[in-house]
Nanobody, 123 residues
Framework: QVQLVESGGGLVQAGGSLRLSCVGS????????MGWFRQAPSKERELVAA????????QYADSVKGRFTVSRDNTKNTVYLQMNSLKPEDTAVYYC????????????????WGQGTQVTVSS
C-alpha cells in the first residue's frame, strides 16, 4: 500500500510553466508504473504521462508530447510532471497514481491515487 500526495498546481498564463510533484509514502515507488492523469469538469479522466520507475521508460499522450516531461527522484520517492507551454485546454485537476501491473494505459490497473491538484491556465 502506498499513499500519494500531489502539489504544485496553480494559476498560470498560457505559455507558462508549472512543475507538479507527487510524494509517495508507505513503500518505495520503484516497483510501480507511475501515471499522471487529469480530469476537467464533466470530462473523462485521461492519462497524460507515465513512467516506469525502474527503467525510466516514459509515455505521453499526443496532446502533451513535446510540452510535458515526467521524471522521478528515488531519493525523495517523488514523481514530477514538468509542464511547459501550457494551454487553456490543459486546465484540469491533475492526479498521480501508482500501477503495480504492466499496462500503463489501463486505468483499472492504477491502484493508488492522490487527492489531486488544480491547474488553471488563463488566456
Amino acid at each position: 500500500q502506498v499513499q500519494l500526495v500531489e502539489s504544485g498546481g496553480g494559476l498560470v498564463q498560457a505559455g507558462g510553466s508549472l512543475r507538479l510533484s507527487c510524494v509517495g509514502s508507505g513503500r518505495p515507488l520503484r516497483s510501480y508504473i507511475m501515471g499522471w492523469f487529469r480530469q476537467a469538469p464533466s470530462k473523462e479522466r485521461e492519462l497524460v504521462a507515465a513512467i516506469t520507475w525502474n527503467s525510466g521508460t516514459t509515455q505521453y499522450a499526443d496532446s502533451v508530447k513535446g510540452r510535458f516531461t515526467v521524471s522521478r527522484d528515488n531519493t525523495k520517492n517523488t514523481v514530477y510532471l514538468q509542464m511547459n507551454s501550457l494551454k487553456p485546454e490543459d486546465t484540469a485537476v491533475y492526479y498521480c497514481a501508482a500501477n503495480d501491473y504492466s499496462n500503463y494505459q489501463d486505468i483499472r490497473e492504477y491502484e493508488y491515487w492522490g487527492q489531486g491538484t488544480q491547474v488553471t491556465v488563463s488566456s
